[in-house]
């Protein structure tokens, strides 16, 4: 079993719909969770970060955690082409110096 | 702020060459981290530091070197090139967490070729 699980994709959403991206870890003592956006060449970039179970807003952004199930999720609402990218799902225990355990990532293509 | 920066962009070595990668941080970060990322791999934790000149090995050390004597720098060695190090190199930072973990920064990276 991976330590964090994505589905790869592509989920393709059309514009203006809501994109919602999943992940799964295996390890209980994770406690924060961080999601970033990778285009295509470039480096990831941090969209969002949750440390407590429920949903944190961010703009057009929201992350959802449910320690119970291991679950993180993120939605993205009125999807645009810009939010084309792979979305890296990415997990952390305490007293690891940060240190991430990444998912492979989901591809998310916004069609016109 | 420039955040992290890393040189060079590219870069083509033979095999049995050796290079380092350069990466700087001007945010003032003790936390400081190598990733590499193969297609479709996900990112994979080379070395990492909490702090100047204390270094510690992640996932996938074997084949690379690190040093911290500063807090800007983190550069990474490799020695003997091999095909299999082939991939785009990240290098991170973060700010120290008292509690919990705190987000990671990322460099523009370097894309590596060993042939």
């Known amino acids: 079993q991976k330590e964090v699980e994505q589905n790869s994709g592509p989920l393709s959403v059309p514009e203006g719909a809501i994109a919602s991206l999943n992940c799964t870890y295996s390890?209980?003592?994770?406690?924060?969770f961080f999601w970033y956006r990778q285009y295509s060449g470039k480096s990831p970039e941090l969209i969002m970060f949750i440390y407590s179970n429920g949903d944190k807003e961010d703009g057009r952004f929201t992350a959802q955690l449910n320690k119970a199930s291991q679950y993180v999720s993120l939605l993205i609402r009125d999807s645009q082409p810009s939010d084309s990218a792979t979305y890296l799902c990415?997990?952390?225990?305490?007293?690891?110096?940060?240190?991430?355990?990444f998912g492979t990532g989901t591809r998310l293509q916004v069609t016109l | 702020n420039a955040g992290v920066t890393q040189t060079p962009k590219f870069r083509i070595l033979k095999i049995g060459q050796s290079m380092t990668l350069q990466c700087t941080q001007d945010?003032?970060?003790?936390?400081m981290y190598w990733y590499r990322q193969d297609p479709g791999m996900g990112l994979k934790l080379i070395y990492y530091?909490?702090?100047?000149?204390?270094?510690d090995k992640g996932e996938v050390p074997n084949g690379y070197n690190v040093s911290r004597s500063t807090t800007e720098d983190f550069p990474l060695r490799l020695e003997l090139a091999a095909p299999s190090q082939t991939s785009v190199y990240f290098c991170?930072?973060?700010?120290?967490?008292?509690?919990?973990?705190?987000?990671?920064?990322f460099g523009p990276g370097t894309r590596l070729t060993v042939t």
């Open positions: 991170a930072s973060s700010p120290p967490g008292t509690s919990g973990s705190y987000e990671q920064y």
């Open positions: 530091s909490v702090g100047a000149g204390i270094t």
């Open positions: 945010m003032n970060h003790n936390y």
């Open positions: 390890d209980r003592g994770s406690q924060s």
């Open positions: 990415a997990v952390s225990r305490p007293g690891t110096a940060s240190k991430l355990t």
